[in-house]
């Protein structure tokens, strides 16, 4: 844990009483004592510190000071079609340390049905792989997921009111990484949408091209949906930097 996050509610007269596990996290393995500082952020809004006030049985007391707002200058949605719950998990948390700002997570053809009713789906459940995610990457900002049980109205009623370029990756496309249209702009958007492991139908490309869609791939090896999706976002992340202006 290396943000101790806190929600805004929590924080009265600039003050937190912390329990469960972030107190725990606090006592048992950081170990602080009154007077201790440590990194602390409000999910969806300021960074700071916080001060150990006391600490008293399994609550922790801080004296929260919040000093400035977490900066992201390039802006990804993920467009995902579902994959296996345990993948999805780990998606989540990765694409959450690395920047994701919001998550779709669709129906495509190769998606099995069940997995849509994956406990992993359930919203308390999500938004504690989120948080954990922000708490790694010192983040506030919680991602939005949301989930389109089918393909047709989300490429035709969704996808066009998304603001962003879109890059779609799939093998055997003629576009390279290096032709991707990142322009380094502060505040650039990205739509990447990644497919299943058996990738995207013929169809299903189309429709993105259709949208205007950038299609590219990642080279002859086929990868497993989370390796791509961090080896993805990391390259993306690199060649925006690359070409800030």
């Excluded at 912390?18 to 007077?35: F, N, Q, S, W, Y």
């Excluded at 809004?45 to 007391?61: N, W």
């Excluded at 739509?191 to 993105?208: M, T």
């Excluded at 299609?215 to 390796?227: E, N």
Aim: glycine share 10%; with cysteine.
């Amino acid at each position: 844990m290396n943000l101790l996050l806190i929600e805004s509610i929590e924080l009265v007269a600039g003050e937190a009483a912390l329990t469960g596990r972030r107190a725990e996290h606090l006592i048992k393995v950081l170990r602080v004592a009154v007077g201790d500082m440590v990194r602390v952020g409000v999910v969806n809004g300021q960074l700071g510190s916080g001060r150990v006030e006391a600490i008293e049985g399994d609550t922790v007391r801080l004296a929260v000071e919040l000093l400035r707002q977490p900066v992201c200058n390039l802006q990804i949605e993920l467009i995902l079609a579902l994959p296996r719950p345990i993948m999805l998990q780990r998606i989540l948390k990765q694409a959450t340390v690395l920047g994701v700002r919001r998550f779709h997570l669709i129906r495509s053809r190769r998606v099995e049905k069940s997995f849509f009713h994956s406990p992993v789906l359930a919203p308390e459940k999500i938004r504690t792989i989120l948080l954990e995610g922000m708490e790694q990457a010192m983040d506030t900002w919680l991602p939005e997921v949301t989930i389109h049980h089918q393909f047709k109205p989300f490429v035709e009623d969704v996808l066009p009111t998304l603001d962003g370029q879109g890059l779609i990756a799939h093998p055997g496309v003629a576009g390279t990484l290096a032709g991707v249209p990142v322009s380094g702009e502060p505040g650039q958007r990205l739509l990447l949408a990644v497919g299943p492991e058996g990738g995207w139908s013929d169809h299903e490309l189309q429709c993105f091209a259709d949208c205007g869609f950038y299609g590219f791939t990642m080279g002859d090896r086929i990868l497993h949906v989370d390796t791509a999706v961090v080896s993805l976002l990391a390259q993306l992340q690199l060649l925006y930097d690359l070409r800030k202006r």
